[in-house]
C-alpha cells in the first residue's frame, strides 16, 4: 500500500456508518497506513479510489411554505364546494406536489393533488389542468373522510387508496403511507394553514 492517506478497512467503514446512523452523532473512524499514518474520517462517506465523499443527510423540507395565489384561491373553492376544511386540502398539495402543477410521480400521478389517471377519471376531471386538478383532489379527500369519518384514515386511503384502510382497519403499515399521514398532520398541527387560510 502507497505511503500517505490509507483506505480504511471495511470493518472501519461499516462500524462508522453504523455508528453514526444509530446515534445521530458525528461518528469517527481512525485509519492507520502501513506508515503509522493516521487517519481521521467522521460521518458516513463513500470511499473510491478517486476519492472520499462524506453523505450529508438531506436538507428537511421546510414545513411552511405559502401556496401561490392562484392555487389558495382554487384551494379555498374547492374546499368550500366539498365541505373539506381548507387546510387538510393544502395541505396534500404541499405533501404531493409542493404545490407544482407540472409534477408527475413515477406511477403517472398528476398535478398539484397528484391524482392518478383513473381516480382522474373516476371524478370526470382533467388532471391537466390546475383548477380540475384541485377540485379532483378536494373531491376524493371529501370521499374518504365520508366513509372514514377520521383525517388520519382519510389521508391513508388518499396515499394508499381505499380499500388498503379497510383492509388493514387503520393506517396502513407501509412505510410510505405511515411517513405520509404524519407529515400531513405535523403541518396541521403546526399552523391553521400554510397559505390556504382556514375556510
Same mark, same amino acid.
Given at each position: 500500500?502507497?505511503?500517505?492517506?490509507?483506505?480504511?478497512?471495511?470493518?472501519?467503514? +461499516?462500524?462508522?456508518?453504523?455508528?453514526?446512523? %444509530? %446515534?445521530?452523532?458525528?461518528?469517527?473512524?481512525?485509519?492507520?497506513?502501513?506508515?503509522?499514518? +493516521?487517519?481521521?474520517?467522521?460521518?458516513?462517506?463513500?470511499?473510491?479510489?478517486?476519492?472520499?465523499?462524506?453523505?450529508?443527510?438531506?436538507?428537511?423540507?421546510?414545513?411552511?411554505?405559502?401556496?401561490?395565489?392562484? +392555487?389558495?384561491?382554487?384551494?379555498?373553492?374547492?374546499? =368550500?364546494?366539498?365541505?373539506?376544511?381548507?387546510?387538510?386540502?393544502?395541505?396534500?398539495?404541499?405533501?404531493?406536489?409542493?404545490?407544482?402543477?407540472?409534477?408527475?410521480?413515477?406511477? #403517472?400521478?398528476?398535478?398539484?393533488?397528484?391524482?392518478?389517471?383513473?381516480?382522474? %377519471?373516476?371524478?370526470?376531471?382533467?388532471?391537466?389542468?390546475?383548477?380540475?386538478?384541485?377540485?379532483?383532489?378536494?373531491?376524493?379527500?371529501?370521499?374518504?373522510?365520508?366513509?372514514? #369519518?377520521? +383525517?388520519?384514515?382519510?389521508? =391513508?386511503?388518499?396515499?394508499?387508496?381505499?380499500?388498503?384502510?379497510?383492509?388493514?382497519?387503520?393506517?396502513?403499515?407501509?412505510?410510505?403511507?405511515?411517513?405520509?399521514?404524519?407529515?400531513?398532520?405535523?403541518?396541521?398541527?403546526?399552523?391553521?394553514?400554510? #397559505? =390556504?387560510?382556514?375556510?
Amino acid at each position: 500500500m502507497a505511503c500517505g492517506r490509507a483506505k480504511p478497512s471495511a470493518f472501519a467503514v +461499516v462500524f462508522g456508518l453504523a455508528a453514526a446512523l %444509530s %446515534s445521530g452523532a458525528c461518528a469517527q473512524v481512525l485509519s492507520i497506513g502501513d506508515d503509522g499514518a +493516521v487517519t481521521t474520517y467522521s460521518a458516513p462517506a463513500v470511499y473510491t479510489d478517486a476519492e472520499v465523499r462524506t453523505i450529508a443527510p438531506p436538507e428537511p423540507a421546510p414545513l411552511m411554505r405559502a401556496a401561490p395565489e392562484e +392555487v389558495v384561491q382554487l384551494i379555498r373553492e374547492s374546499s =368550500a364546494r366539498h365541505a373539506v376544511p381548507a387546510q387538510i386540502v393544502e395541505a396534500v398539495a404541499w405533501q404531493e406536489s409542493r404545490f407544482n402543477h407540472a409534477a408527475v410521480s413515477s406511477k #403517472g400521478a398528476r398535478g398539484v393533488m397528484q391524482l392518478l389517471p383513473t381516480t382522474a %377519471s373516476d371524478l370526470g376531471v382533467d388532471a391537466s389542468d390546475l383548477r380540475s386538478n384541485i377540485d379532483g383532489g378536494a373531491a376524493y379527500l371529501a370521499q374518504q373522510l365520508r366513509r372514514f #369519518g377520521d +383525517v388520519k384514515l382519510a389521508l =391513508a386511503a388518499y396515499n394508499a387508496g381505499p380499500k388498503a384502510v379497510e383492509r388493514y382497519g387503520g393506517v396502513p403499515p407501509y412505510a410510505e403511507t405511515q411517513s405520509y399521514v404524519r407529515a400531513i398532520m405535523a403541518r396541521l398541527a403546526a399552523a391553521p394553514a400554510a #397559505g =390556504a387560510g382556514a375556510q
